[in-house]
């Protein structure tokens, strides 16, 4: 069901690191394989036992594990698809609500599964999931921990679109090379204007708005595609 190695989760935020590096990026689709999307942390590879434990362990581990691996999608530079296969259970869940975009097949489900294991979400559950669906609504899925069909979810706004599952990576493919074409960075400072919307006042959100646009006026495409206005033409970017 992929729960989440150390192993992976290092790979992974490496892998989203040289994404928002890399100009030949242009789009990032995170998927799995199997029955399931992921089915959260694997505790078997987790912290020693309580008895070994001194104050602060967990809190560093969570900071410097399923914190770092869900802000490593928030602040990727180029725009994130998750293609939800089956459960996202737990930081499986969060992994997917941080995305930019989400597609998930009909048989998917999101469950906040801490609850059941008698701890607080974390990897920004609780940061995350108000943002998206209001608090009363956060607070339902959180308290009782039942599993929300693909549907469902899409109906409070978690999902983008549900599909066949036969179809989902088809669509999210479709969706990454129609992200590859655009301007690449036009989007990840929109993706930067958004995200940092939920935590701002207005002067604050219409300043960085206008440095952004400075910013983007500064590229390439940005001048490719005043060029194509003008000469009534398909712009064609190049993520530059």
């Given amino acids: 069901m992929n729960a989440v190695t150390w192993d992976q989760r290092e790979r992974i935020i490496a892998l989203l690191g040289d994404a928002s590096a890399d100009p030949d990026v242009r789009a990032v689709v995170v998927t799995a394989t199997g029955r399931g999307f ?35 999608v928030l602040d990727c530079e180029k725009p994130v698809i998750a293609a939800v296969n089956g459960t996202a259970a737990g930081i499986g869940a969060h992994l997917a609500f941080a995305c930019d975009l989400v597609l998930a097949a009909e048989s998917a489900t999101f469950v906040e599964v801490f609850v059941r294991r008698g701890i607080v979400p974390d990897g920004g559950g609780a940061y995350l999931l108000p943002r998206l669906v209001g608090p009363q609504r956060a607070k339902e899925l959180m308290f009782f921990g039942d599993a929300l069909p693909a549907a469902e979810a899409r109906a409070m706004g978690l999902v983008n679109r549900v599909v066949p599952a036969e179809e989902l990576e088809k669509t999210a493919r479709e969706w990454a090379e129609r992200l590859a074409q655009g301007p690449t960075r036009a989007l990840a400072l929109t993706k930067q204007l958004v995200n940092a919307s939920l935590d701002t006042d207005r002067a604050t959100a219409f300043a960085a708005e206008a440095t952004a646009q400075e910013l983007c006026m500064t590229t390439r495409d940005a001048r490719e595609g005043v060029a194509a206005f003008v000469e009534r033409r398909t712009p064609s970017y190049e993520g530059r």
């Fill in 38 to 72: 992921c089915a959260g942390a694997d505790l078997r590879g987790g912290p020693a036992s309580a008895g070994d434990r001194v104050t602060g362990d967990v809190a560093r581990m969570i900071r410097r594990g399923a914190q770092r691996f869900v802000g490593a």
